[in-house]
């Protein structure tokens, strides 16, 4: 439900300014649950639904934490957050990560929630498939120059003549027949059928090949050293409350409901099954290897990717950014 992450000079900018500023999230108490603050990207929503649902049934608790979600917002820098050591761990973004990494901040993901991003071009009934989209009007916004679009256009061959900006409303995308608009697979699709009155078609980017994974597990690289137990403890407990959530998200939306006020039933309701259509959270790799794992080989698909299309220099090494050392550790199958 919220834009994609852009690689703005300025968001990377506040993060490293906040290293200067870096402190502890918190004291511990000997004895006590570990403490662990946990920075989500954007309101609480049902992509999140895990994290709360932890929470909701006393997950962390059982794996011996205690756990602190803070909801992100438009006018929240997460990473800067992080790096200033107000979150312990926070959501993040492959390509986010990789870039900060470039600008020498000390950042590494440690699991991801979704094994395919939930970036989705949405057209009216017709297209086929994603290359059917070629020649047709594409409202995208600025975000995007810097994450899907150049894969779009190399793939493809959409070019800079059917793009039109995108700003955050559907309304020219139900006006014009013969356009897609881009958004999230639990909110664009679904304002689309309750605002036009028709089931729109909808293109998961990550089905048709786009590789980078989507709302990863980030900490700091001393974070991580510091409380590599209670991270390792906090991905897998965070495994179980997916699972559980998948199943029955009741608990977790409560919660959910709690911190977000704007959020509705239908909205929720929604999205929870778009994650369990698409297998988001419980496709791919996690099939075999568990929920939030994350692949040496796929990571390497993404530097590919961004470094093909200028988005990172060669010179980044492309296991900089993450390490597997805790979902190799972790197996909640779904």
Do not use: C
Not at 192 to 206: A, D
Not at 223 to 245: N, P
Not at 306 to 321: I, T
């Amino acid at each position: 439900m919220r834009n994609a992450p852009s690689l703005t000079r300025s968001l990377l900018a506040g993060a490293a300014l906040a290293l200067g500023l870096a402190g502890h999230a918190h004291a511990q108490t000997p004895g006590a649950p570990t403490k662990l603050v946990f920075g989500s990207n954007w309101y609480a929503q049902a992509e999140h639904g895990g994290f709360y649902q932890a929470v909701a049934e006393g997950i962390y608790k059982k794996h011996g934490l205690d756990v602190t979600i803070k909801m992100g917002g438009p006018q929240i820098n997460v990473l800067q957050l992080l790096l200033a050591g107000q979150y312990d761990i926070a959501m993040g973004d492959d390509l986010q990560t990789y870039k900060g990494v470039e600008q020498g901040l000390p950042l590494v993901t440690v699991a991801t929630t979704f094994q395919q991003s939930p970036t989705v071009l949405v057209s009216h009934p017709g297209p086929k498939t994603l290359a059917d989209l070629k020649g047709k009007t594409l409202y995208i916004g600025q975000a995007s120059e810097t994450t899907y679009w150049p894969w779009l256009k190399t793939k493809y061959g959409f070019t800079e003549a059917q793009k039109k900006p995108y700003t955050f409303s559907v309304q020219p995308f139900l006006v014009d027949k013969n356009s897609a608009v881009q958004g999230y697979l639990a909110s664009e699709p679904y304002t689309i059928e309750t605002q036009g009155g028709f089931k729109p078609t909808v293109f998961l980017l990550g089905a048709y090949g786009y590789p980078p994974y989507a709302q990863t597990i980030v900490a700091t690289k001393s974070g991580l050293a510091a409380k590599k137990d209670a991270i390792r403890r906090f991905v897998e407990a965070s495994a179980e409350g997916w699972k559980s959530y998948l199943k029955n998200p009741a608990p977790g939306n409560a919660l959910i409901l709690k911190d977000n006020p704007q959020m509705t039933r239908a909205l929720l309701n929604y999205g929870v099954e778009a994650l369990r259509d698409a297998r988001l959270v419980d496709g791919g790799d996690a099939r075999t290897r568990g929920l939030l794992t994350m692949t040496d080989s796929r990571w390497k698909k993404t530097y590919d990717f961004m470094v093909r299309e200028k988005l990172l220099s060669p010179k980044v090494d492309y296991r900089s950014a993450f390490t597997t050392e805790i979902v190799d550790q972790v197996r909640v199958l779904p």
